[in-house]
């Protein structure tokens, strides 16, 4: 059946665009698009043309899967160029996202009517490309120059009245029937004899050159430190001011050109790489038979910095909360906390007060664990140590009800030994936010042993309420983030006391576009954590491997990161960001003594060729042994959670990007001065003897 039909009313034809799910612009599309306009514009009875895309959304843009692909079709900015050139009206008619490509659709029509629902966004920054089908040009033309270049460089979707407001659409219909809207705006505009009206011809909102001039002044300036790494912002500010010199056509080509070198960048393959990783997530096997059940009332147990920051991702999806404590002192504490989180996004305008008042409305604690007979599910948020999560578990095993599901906030400990307290432990899961919980989108579903589907498929559904990224996890030590976090660190402390800088390591991986640097991370999380977890593992440590004691030597004085005002970093009101702690190199220098290692010189691309090894070392393992399902889930995990810049596409994709045989030389190289931490893993050597990338597992 063809992608495009279309039907003739009278003197009004009607296109509709059928290609589930979002109506994405496929060559398909494009090709049934163009033929369709082509047949019309000959067919003089018609006075009006309406396209529509009735299913579940007007085109939410060009169909991103073809992109980076040799498509014999004709390019979407000619069929735009097409549409506007007709000399009958045309009206889009949207409803749903009509987003990139399916907005510069509507923007070629000369008129555009939405329904109610409707949320227009060119989001192209998003994927490293630009809005390329006339979009740069259209937009400011309908808007003015600051509002599209604000929609254009983040990408965000705006509401039908304010794109009202702004000119980008004419009128908003009363209901979502797009159709029926569309037909009766157009019977309307023939009636009132309204002609076409280009969007490329209308000049009033770009006549103010001074004025536009000084606002690109403003969003150059904010871009170069917003936008530093990236490329696609920039190419869409200078499609804009170039396009604003030349005549029309002279702009799209511009514009055209500006494209071309988005779609070579390599910024636009991780970038749609994450886009497509962040939605292939959530295909996990369990979700295939486990049905969720209704969650809406939630115990935590623990008031901390995690707990209350679960409490708070569990009221903003509108579940009631209670809260365990030990006692008072800690309950204000941690009501303080939260209520002090709210009225500060009262004061930043992000709610008001009587919204705040709704959600605190959902909050209550006490030290009362009966209190938690009637929750549908209990996240533990206690104290790192088995023995104190088993008792947890076990006070629940005899409170909650049967059908309860029982979670643990661990980011470390054995999900399967925690269970083993539970009569059914088909019912405990692992459920890691990841700090500050209320903020960070990343939430790892960890699946033990006896985990039942049902319990993953409720946990799944626990992430899209509270609006997180899941990504399911098999039992480890550290699970996916952590356990690859634990081998990098490793590898770092390695390379600092052969002689390398904790501060040029962390530049190295700032400039590499990490949010941070390892020891900045380190000193944020605090730096007892990490020492908590080496005592643990001390017992089970091997008399061979390689031990660094620095980061100990740090721990021993206190100094454990901005809690304590001092770690690798030194923090207080009049101390500059990334001021090292000048004592650090001193610590550095008498451990290298201590060890016997002479320090030797390490250059860029040394520290950032261990970091990527080391991160797709313990990837690989962590696939060999079925802990994440595939690589994309891997990158997913380090792109939400740890920093790692999303335009690199994570760190699997990274390395297919820079080729697994050079990651795997590197391996091998290392491994000849430490065989114990470096032996190259196999699927790595498979892959690489079958000229396979991590892409073919995913
Ligand atoms: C562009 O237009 C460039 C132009 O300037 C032209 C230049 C020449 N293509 O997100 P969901 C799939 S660039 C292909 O779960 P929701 C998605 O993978 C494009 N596939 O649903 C998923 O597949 P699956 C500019 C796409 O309701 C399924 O649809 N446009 C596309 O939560 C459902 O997606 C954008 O960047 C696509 N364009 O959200 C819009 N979009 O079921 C990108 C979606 O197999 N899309 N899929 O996993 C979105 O933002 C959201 O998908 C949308 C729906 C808001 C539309």
């Known amino acids: 059946m063809s992608v495009v039909k279309h039907r003739i009313l009278d003197e009004i034809a009607l296109i509709e665009v059928s290609n589930p799910p979002v109506n994405a612009i496929s060559a398909a599309v494009r090709i049934g698009l163009l033929e369709t306009i082509e047949e019309l514009s000959l067919d003089e009875k018609i006075l009006a043309i309406v396209i529509t895309a009735p299913e579940r959304t007007f085109l939410a843009g060009a169909d991103i899967k073809e992109f980076g692909k040799k498509i014999d079709a004709p390019i979407l900015g000619n069929i735009c160029d097409k549409i506007e050139s007709l000399n009958k009206i045309v009206v889009a008619s949207l409803h749903g996202t009509p987003l990139g490509g399916g907005l510069e659709v509507a923007m070629s029509a000369h008129y555009r009517i939405a329904a109610p629902n409707t ?125 604003l010199k030349l005549n029309f056509p002279e702009a799209i080509s511009n514009e055209r050109e500006l494209f071309e070198e988005c779609i070579q960048s390599p910024q636009r393959q991780g970038l749609i790489h994450s886009f497509f990783a962040e939605r292939a997530n959530t295909k996990v096997p369990e979700l295939k038979d486990g049905k969720p059940i209704e969650l809406k009332k939630i115990g935590i147990i623990g008031g901390g910095t995690m707990g209350t920051g679960i409490s708070m991702a569990a009221m903003n999806a509108g579940l009631d909360v209670i809260m365990i404590e030990q006692n008072d002192e800690a309950i204000e504490k941690a009501k303080t906390k939260i209520n002090a989180t709210y009225d500060r996004n009262v004061k930043l305008n992000r709610i008001n007060n009587e919204q705040k008042l709704e959600i605190m409305s959902m909050f209550s604690a006490t030290t009362d664990f009966n209190e938690l007979k009637d929750r549908d599910l209990i996240i533990e948020a206690v104290f790192e140590n088995m023995d104190i999560k088993k008792e947890v578990f076990s006070k629940l095993n005899q409170i909650c009800r049967k059908n309860c599901i029982l979670a643990t906030n661990t980011s470390y400990l054995n999900v399967n030994e925690i269970a083993t307290v539970v009569d059914d432990p088909s019912r405990v899961i692992g459920l890691h936010f990841f700090s500050p919980a209320n903020i960070m989108k990343l939430l790892e579903i960890v699946v033990a042993e006896k ?111 901005q809690k304590t005002s001092k770690g690798y970093y030194l923090y207080g009101e009049n101390v500059d960001f990334l001021t090292p702690n000048p004592e650090i190199e001193v610590i550095c220098e008498q451990e290298r003594k201590r060890a016997g290692i002479t320090p030797k010189k390490f250059d860029d691309k040394e520290i950032l060729d261990k970091y990527i090894a080391a991160m797709v070392y313990e990837g690989t393992k962590i696939l060999s042994e079925q802990i994440a399902l595939k690589p994309s889930d891997i990158d997913v995990v380090f792109t939400n959670g ?11 994709k990274y390395a297919d990007m820079i080729g697994l045989d050079k990651i795997l030389k590197n391996i091998q190289k290392y491994s000849e001065e430490d065989p114990r931490f470096w032996s190259p893993p196999k699927l790595l050597e498979d892959l690489v003897k079958q000229n396979k990338n991590f892409d073919s597992l995913n």
């Open 119 to 243: 949320k227009v966004g060119l989001p192209e920054v998003l994927l490293g490309i630009l809005p390329g089908a006339g979009g740069t040009q259209r937009l400011p033309r309908l808007c003015g120059v600051s509002m599209a270049l604000d929609m254009m460089l983040t990408g965000k979707h705006v509401p039908a009245k304010k794109a009202l407001d702004a000119g980008i659409i004419d009128v908003i219909s009363k209901n979502n029937s797009t159709i029926d809207n569309g037909i009766e705006y157009a019977k309307k505009l023939i009636k009132d004899g309204f002609k076409p009206r280009p969007t490329s011809q209308m000049e009033n909102k770009i006549s103010d050159t001074q004025e536009i001039s000084n606002s690109l002044i403003k969003i150059k300036e904010t871009a170069s430190k917003k936008y530093k790494n990236l490329f696609s912002p920039h190419a869409i500010i200078k499609s804009v001011e170039e396009g």
């Open 451 to 561: 985990t039942s589907t049902d319990t993953v498929a409720s946990a799944f559904d626990l992430a899209k309420k509270m609006r997180k990224v899941p990504v399911r996890s098999g039992v480890c030590d550290g699970f996916i983030g952590n356990r690859i976090l634990s081998k990098y660190l490793v590898s770092t402390y390695h390379m600092v006391e052969d002689g390398a800088s904790p501060f040029h390591v962390d530049k190295v991986i700032r400039d590499f576009g990490c949010a941070m640097g390892i020891f900045q991370v380190i000193d944020l999380a605090g730096g007892d954590i990490g020492w908590a977890t080496r005592k643990r593992k001390a017992p089970f440590r091997h008399k061979d491997d390689r031990y660094v004691q620095i980061p100990d030597r740090v721990c021993e004085r206190g100094w454990f990161g």
């Open 642 to 652: 740890y920093g790692f810049p999303k335009w690199r596409g994570g760190p699997m």
